[in-house]
């Protein structure tokens, strides 16, 4: 919630809560950081693509 909420209340809110969501589990799992922050890069990758792709 607070990875969602650190991004704004806007159109990315949703997203931006389940990645976190995500990302904190992935840590909980592998109790490094790491994989969750390469979660996040990942998603933004994935949105740059798109963004690129529509224009």
Do not use: C, K, Y
Not at 39 to 50: A, D, F, R, S, T
């Amino acid at each position: 919630m607070i990875f969602a909420l650190a991004h704004g209340i806007n159109p990315a809110f949703v997203t931006a809560l389940v990645v976190g969501l995500i990302a904190a589990e992935v840590r909980r799992r592998s109790d490094s950081i790491w994989p969750g922050v390469l979660v996040h890069v990942v998603n933004n990758l994935v949105g740059q693509l798109i963004a690129l792709a529509v224009l």
